[in-house]
């Protein structure tokens, strides 16, 4: 119920104008960093096929103990198949970082954390702290940041666990929540070149506004709370661009601006999608 209620308050919120605009995030509050300072990239993998032929081994054991034990050894070669799969899926995906490697293995949390809170909403005042820092009278954020690449290389995408502490209480999460945040694909036509021009700037400019919007996403509703009605409509597919492919999710939807909706899914994560392309209007200016 309470989940519900800060959904609907989330949505309620960005309804009334872009997100950058709102002023709903509190006036001063801090972003704890990770204990380690890379940052995690990999290729975006499919695993729509794995499982497929990894269960085709027949064990010879007749009775009842026999099928028992029989079942338990498939069990085992199917979870070991799979795993085994899943492995050689991320591998291969992961290639498509090749060309990017000297740029991503220089990236450092700090920078790239310092970067987001430079795009954060106005009338905030976020600053960054180590990760033994505490800070007792006003909200922390932590943020585990896992980035992906596209397979076509033209889009990039974040999964952000993030927990946020409430003031006075920094041992209990009074939120936690993943936040996918997908950018929208890039139109170049010679993307390697794209991404690792200006020593990879562009790639690292995505990588922090993707960040910024994840982070204003959690803590804008983890700091407004359920003051809103709870109605957030049934669940439906959801059509957008992930790259310059489509894909589809089913979601109850909590906004759509500047092109882009705000969804929650069945897991519960909430997702910024691309749906359409941005409006031709001053507060979508920077909309990613």
């Not at 666990?161 to 006075?168: L, T």
Request: glycine share 6%; with cysteine; proline share 6%.
């Amino acid at each position: 119920m309470l989940k519900t209620a800060a959904l609907a308050a989330l949505a309620w919120s960005l309804c009334a104008g872009a997100l950058a605009q709102q002023q709903t995030l509190p006036a001063a509050w801090s972003l704890r960093l990770p204990q380690q300072q890379a940052v995690a990239f990999r290729g975006l993998a499919n695993f729509d096929k794995a499982g497929k032929g990894a269960g085709n081994t027949t064990y010879m054991m007749p009775g009842i103990a026999g099928f028992a034990a029989a079942l338990a050894a498939h069990s085992l070669v199917i979870n070991s198949g799979l795993e085994k799969q899943k492995n050689e899926i991320e591998l291969a995906a992961d290639k498509v970082l090749l060309p990017y490697l000297p740029v991503l293995d220089a990236l450092r949390q700090d920078s790239l954390m310092a970067q987001a809170l430079a795009r954060m909403a106005p009338g905030s005042t976020p600053r960054l702290i180590a990760f033994l820092d505490h800070d007792e009278s006003g909200w922390i954020v932590e943020s585990t940041p896992l980035f992906a690449m596209t397979q076509d290389q033209s889009a990039l995408v974040l999964d952000n666990a993030i927990a946020v502490h409430a003031p006075g209480a920094p041992q209990q999460a009074a939120y936690r929540h993943t936040v996918r945040v997908v950018s929208r694909a890039s139109t170049q036509a010679d993307l390697e070149a794209y991404w690792n021009a200006q020593q990879g700037r562009p790639l690292r400019d995505e990588s922090a506004a993707l960040l910024a919007l994840s982070l204003e996403i959690a803590l804008q509703q983890a700091y407004r709370g359920g003051d809103a009605p709870a109605d957030l409509g049934p669940f439906r597919t959801v059509r957008y661009q992930e790259g310059r492919k489509q894909a589809a999710e089913r979601a109850q939807v909590l906004s759509e601006q500047c092109g882009r909706a705000l969804i929650s899914n069945l897991r519960g994560w909430l997702m910024s999608v691309p749906v359409s392309q941005p409006a031709a209007e001053p507060a979508c200016a920077d909309a990613r």
